[in-house]
């Protein structure tokens, strides 16, 4: 007769032990920090419309707490930063229905600087977007967003969009007048969504 009072006995025991390693475990795991987000605003500006525009992708993306924000000029980006972002966004002015050849140089350099060959593509799932700025309504706006998506997609690299069909853009007539505040609002968008994605990756891959 003593044996049943035993047994719930020991099971008591042992599931007050599994209840208390389970709730260590979720102390535990509430305690890490979630890892943050690298996210690289890269951009060619001339006449300083396509970095105002950088400057909002970059408002919009630090709207996200997990977000480390870096901008820089085409010119200034190192391999090493590169390589370790979780997301890049590039901008430019429209020349001639493309990007601008200062861009063009950037991409470039993936290989020929920085090491990004197949079969391994180094930006592989790392997240893109990109933006622009043109003179004219039109003025190849789209195409020049189109050969920046491009140079990502052939990197292997995730590329979302936001604020219009294939990125954020912003007329800029003479290059007289400042980018409007819907413009600004536009990029804004796209790096919230940026750092949004890139976000959901990141987790993806730590688990």
Same mark, same amino acid.
């Given at each position: !007769?003593?044996?049943?009072?035993?047994?719930?006995? =020991?099971?008591?025991?042992?599931?007050?032990?599994?209840?208390?390693?389970?709730?260590? !475990?979720?102390?535990?795991?509430? %305690?890490?920090? +979630?890892?943050?987000?690298?996210?690289?605003?890269?951009?060619?500006? +001339? $006449? $300083?419309?396509?970095?105002? !525009?950088?400057?909002?992708?970059?408002?919009?993306?630090?709207? %996200? /707490? =997990? #977000?480390?924000?870096?901008? *820089? &000029?085409?010119?200034?980006?190192?391999?090493?930063?590169?390589?370790?972002?979780? #997301?890049?966004?590039?901008?430019?002015?429209?020349?001639?229905?493309?990007?601008?050849?200062?861009? *063009? /140089?950037?991409?470039?350099?993936? /290989?020929?600087?920085? $090491?990004?060959?197949?079969?391994?593509?180094?930006?592989?799932? @790392?997240?893109?977007?990109?933006?622009?700025?043109?003179?004219? &309504? /039109?003025?190849?706006?789209?195409?020049?967003? !189109?050969?920046?998506?491009? #140079?990502? =997609?052939?990197?292997?690299?995730?590329?979302?969009?936001?604020?219009?069909?294939?990125?954020?853009?912003? &007329? &800029?007539?003479?290059?007289?007048?400042?980018?409007?505040? @819907?413009?600004?609002?536009? #990029?804004?968008?796209?790096?919230?969504?940026?750092?949004?994605?890139?976000?959901?990756? @990141?987790?993806? *891959?730590?688990?």
């Amino acid at each position: !007769m003593a044996t049943k009072p035993r047994l719930n006995l =020991l099971t008591a025991f042992v599931l007050a032990i599994l209840a208390t390693g389970l709730a260590s !475990m979720a102390l535990a795991q509430s %305690n890490q920090s +979630p890892e943050k987000i690298k996210i690289l605003i890269v951009y060619h500006s +001339p $006449g $300083g419309h396509t970095a105002a !525009m950088a400057k909002a992708v970059a408002e919009g993306a630090k709207k %996200n /707490s =997990l #977000a480390e924000v870096t901008v *820089k &000029t085409v010119a200034e980006v190192k391999c090493a930063e590169l390589l370790a972002t979780d #997301a890049l966004v590039v901008g430019s002015p429209v020349y001639w229905s493309n990007m601008a050849g200062e861009v *063009k /140089s950037f991409f470039d350099r993936f /290989s020929t600087d920085c $090491g990004v060959l197949p079969p391994a593509f180094q930006m592989r799932d @790392k997240v893109g977007g990109a933006f622009v700025t043109g003179g004219e &309504t /039109s003025s190849g706006k789209e195409i020049a967003l !189109m050969t920046i998506v491009a #140079a990502m =997609l052939g990197n292997r690299m995730i590329v979302v969009s936001e604020g219009q069909a294939l990125g954020a853009a912003a &007329t &800029t007539g003479d290059g007289k007048s400042p980018v409007t505040e @819907k413009e600004l609002d536009e #990029a804004r968008r796209l790096g919230e969504r940026v750092a949004q994605v890139a976000a959901m990756f @990141k987790r993806g *891959k730590i688990k």
